[in-house]
C-alpha cells in the first residue's frame, strides 16, 4: 500500500487525468439516462461509449493546454478550480458543437442528443470540484496539528492578513499554534467563520474569549492597525497574563503572510505605527534624476533618508557627514558593501565654510537635505556654544553654499523642540527655522523646514537607554512621572520628510502629525515589567531646559492641512539678525533666546 501511494505521489498528473476521466465517463451516460427518462437500454449503445472516448480525449488536450496537468496549480486550490471549471466548459462547449454539427435532421435518431455535453459537464465538472474539495479537507485535517501539542491561539482581527495566517496555521502539523477563536470590531464580520475558527466578539471581549478557550497567546492579525489600536490590545491581553504577538506592518507582508511572520510585540509596535499614503510621483517630480545632498548622511535620520532617497534613482545621492563610521554603515546598508571607495560620500564637518563651498561648487546638487545637527538637550545645555557653531552657523554655511551654487529645493530637517522653545536645542534649531525662511524669500531656491518629534530607533533614543540600563540589570530612568512625548519611527518620519519637501510653499515649516503623546512612565513601566526578571523603574528629575510636554505647533503659529491629512503647514517670521562673523560669537542663553524669538542687531543672515 505505501508503495502504491509513493507511486501515486510521483505521477500526481496521471493520477488526476485518470480521476477526471472517469468522471467524463460515468457523466455522460447519466446525461443520457436524464434526458431519455431514465431508460438504462439507450445508455449501453456505442454513440455513448464514442462520446465517452471523446471526452476524455478532450478532458487531456484542453487540461494539458491549460497548465491543469502540468502542476502549475496546488491541488484542490481556488486557482486550480478556476483552471478545473475553464477545462470542463472548453471540453463541453466543443462536444455540443460537434453533436451539434452531425445531428441527423432527418430522422432525429441518436443516442447522444445534443443536450447531452451540456448535462455531462455540469455533472462532471461538480464531481471534479468536490473530489478536489474532499482531498483539500481531508488534507487540512490530517495535517492540523494537535490542540494538546500547541498553543491554544486567539486571533485579533478577522480581514485579509488574518485569514491568510489562519489557513496556515490550519494546515501545517508542525504549526505552534492551533487558532480556536477570532475576536473583531467590524459588525459585519460577527459570527464570520474561517477554516473552522469564527468570530465570537468583539475586542472588548479579548479576555473572555480567550478565558472560554482556554487560549494562552493572543496574535494581533491586523498589520494596518495603528499604535493606539495596538496599545489597547496589548494591555487588555498583558494584564490577564496573555502572551501577546504580531504581525509585521503591511508593508512587510507584500509576499504573503508565513508562520515565520509572527513575532513578540515590541515597542515599536505600540509607538510607531503611523502609516500614511503619499504620492510617489510628487517625490520622484523633484528627485528622480536630481543630483541630491544629504548632510548628516551618517546619522539615524540622515541615514533613512539616504536609503528612502535611493530608490527613487536620483542622478547622484550625495552623503555628506563628518563622522567616517557613520558614512561607511549607510553606505553598506545601501550597497550591501561598504569599501568607503565611493566618490559620492563626502567626509566633511559643516562648521567648515569653506569645505562646504567647495563641495558644493565641484558636486552641484540640486536637492538638499539638511539633517546635520547637535540634538542631545542636557549636553547642549551644559555647552551652547557647540550648538551654536553646528546648529545655526552650520545651517548657514550650508544654506550660503547653497544659495551661491544653483541649489533649487532645500529641505531643512527641524525638531518639536523649535515650537514655543525652552532650550539651547530649542533655541538654535527655531533659529535654523528663521534663517530657511529667510533664504527662502531672498534666493530662488525653494526651502521648506520639516519638525517633528522624537524617532524611535535613533542613536540615544529613550528605547535605546532603556534597553541599555535594562543590559546592565536597571534601572529604568524616567525624568517624570507626568511626562510625555511624541514618538514616530525613522522610516515613517523620513518617509514624510522626503514628501513634505514636494508639497511644501517655499518658507513653510511642515509639522509632521505624531499621534498623540505618550506618557514615557507607561513606556517605562511596560519595558520593566516585561524584562526577566522585572525591573525598577525611579524617577530623576526635569533636567534644565527639558520640558514636560512637547508641542508641535506653537502658541502663536496657525496651522493648516490643505494638502495631506497628517502634515500641517505653518510660517515662521523670516527676517533674522545675526552677529557679525557668527562663528566667534559666544552666546549666553539669553542671547540664543533673544536671537531666536526677536532677533539682534548685526548682519542679516543671507
Request: charged letters at 20%; one cysteine or more.
Amino acid at each position: 500500500m505505501h508503495r502504491f501511494a509513493a507511486a501515486a505521489r510521483r505521477h500526481l498528473p496521471l493520477v488526476h487525468f485518470a480521476v477526471d476521466s472517469t468522471l467524463w465517463a460515468l457523466a455522460i451516460p447519466i446525461g443520457v439516462f436524464l434526458r431519455y427518462d431514465f431508460a438504462w437500454s439507450v445508455v449501453w449503445q456505442a454513440e455513448v461509449a464514442i462520446a465517452v472516448v471523446t471526452a476524455v480525449v478532450l478532458q487531456g488536450a484542453f487540461g494539458w493546454l491549460y497548465g491543469l496537468y502540468r502542476r502549475r496549480w496546488k491541488y484542490g486550490s481556488f486557482d486550480e478550480v478556476r483552471i478545473v471549471a475553464l477545462t470542463a466548459f472548453s471540453v463541453g462547449t466543443l462536444m455540443t458543437a460537434i453533436w451539434w454539427g452531425t445531428w441527423n435532421q432527418t430522422t432525429g435518431d441518436r443516442a447522444v442528443p445534443r443536450s447531452v455535453p451540456l448535462l455531462a459537464t455540469g455533472v462532471s465538472l461538480l464531481g471534479q470540484i468536490a473530489i478536489r474539495s474532499m482531498w483539500r479537507l481531508y488534507t487540512e485535517h490530517r495535517n492540523r496539528p494537535m490542540s494538546s501539542g500547541a498553543n491554544q491561539l486567539l486571533i485579533v482581527g478577522a480581514g485579509d492578513a488574518a485569514q491568510q495566517i489562519v489557513r496556515t496555521l490550519r494546515t501545517s502539523a508542525e504549526a505552534p499554534f492551533v487558532p480556536v477563536a477570532m475576536v473583531d470590531d467590524d459588525p459585519g464580520k460577527r459570527n464570520f467563520r474561517m477554516s473552522g475558527v469564527r468570530v465570537e466578539g468583539t475586542v472588548d471581549d479579548l479576555v473572555a474569549v480567550a478565558t472560554s478557550h482556554n487560549a494562552t497567546t493572543v496574535l494581533i492579525a491586523a498589520p494596518s492597525a495603528d499604535s493606539a489600536f495596538f496599545r489597547r490590545v496589548t494591555e487588555a491581553a498583558e494584564h490577564a497574563g496573555l502572551r501577546v504577538l504580531v504581525l509585521p506592518p503591511v508593508e512587510q507582508l507584500l509576499g504573503g503572510v508565513e508562520v515565520d511572520h509572527i513575532r513578540p510585540v515590541s515597542e515599536l509596535d505600540l509607538l510607531g505605527r503611523h502609516q500614511a499614503d503619499i504620492d510617489p510621483q510628487e517625490i520622484a517630480a523633484y528627485v528622480t534624476g536630481r543630483r541630491v545632498l544629504v548632510t548628516g548622511a551618517g546619522g539615524s535620520i540622515g541615514s533613512e533618508l539616504c536609503r528612502q532617497l535611493a530608490r527613487f534613482e536620483p542622478a547622484a545621492l550625495l552623503m555628506l557627514d563628518r563622522d567616517e563610521s557613520g558614512l561607511h554603515r549607510t553606505q553598506l546598508s545601501i550597497e550591501g558593501r561598504a569599501l568607503l571607495d565611493n566618490p559620492a560620500l563626502l567626509l566633511a564637518d559643516i562648521r567648515d565654510t569653506d569645505r562646504v563651498d567647495k563641495l558644493f561648487a565641484h558636486h552641484r546638487p540640486d536637492v538638499v537635505f539638511h539633517a546635520a545637527a547637535l540634538k542631545h538637550l542636557p549636553l547642549l545645555e551644559m555647552h551652547p556654544h557647540e550648538a551654536w557653531l553646528t546648529n545655526v552657523c552650520g545651517t548657514l554655511h550650508v544654506l550660503d553654499a547653497a544659495r551661491r551654487n544653483g541649489v533649487q529645493r532645500f529641505v531643512n530637517v527641524s525638531t518639536d523642540k523649535a515650537a514655543d522653545p525652552t532650550s539651547v536645542l530649542g533655541w538654535t534649531k527655531r533659529i535654523t527655522e528663521r534663517l530657511t525662511a529667510h533664504a527662502s524669500m531672498n534666493s530662488a531656491m525653494e526651502c521648506v523646514s520639516v519638525r517633528f518629534g522624537n524617532v524611535l530607533g535613533s542613536s540615544g533614543s529613550v528605547f535605546q537607554a532603556f534597553t541599555a540600563q535594562a543590559a546592565n540589570g536597571g534601572p529604568i530612568t524616567v525624568t517624570d512621572p507626568e511626562i510625555t512625548r511624541y514618538f514616530m519611527t525613522i522610516e515613517e518620519a523620513s518617509r514624510l520628510t522626503i514628501y513634505a519637501g514636494a508639497i511644501g510653499d517655499p518658507g513653510e515649516v511642515l509639522i509632521l502629525d505624531m499621534g498623540e503623546p505618550v506618557r514615557i512612565v507607561d513606556m517605562a513601566t511596560r519595558f520593566a515589567t516585561r524584562h526577566d526578571p522585572p525591573l525598577e523603574v525611579v524617577f530623576t528629575g526635569l533636567r534644565p531646559g527639558e520640558k514636560l510636554h512637547e508641542d508641535l505647533i506653537a502658541h502663536d503659529e496657525t496651522g493648516e492641512r490643505r494638502v495631506h491629512p497628517l502634515i500641517t503647514h505653518v510660517n515662521v517670521p523670516p527676517h533674522i539678525r545675526l552677529p557679525a562673523a557668527p562663528e566667534r560669537f559666544g552666546p549666553s542663553i539669553d542671547a540664543l533666546r533673544e536671537i531666536a524669538l526677536t532677533g539682534l542687531p548685526g548682519r542679516v543672515s543671507a
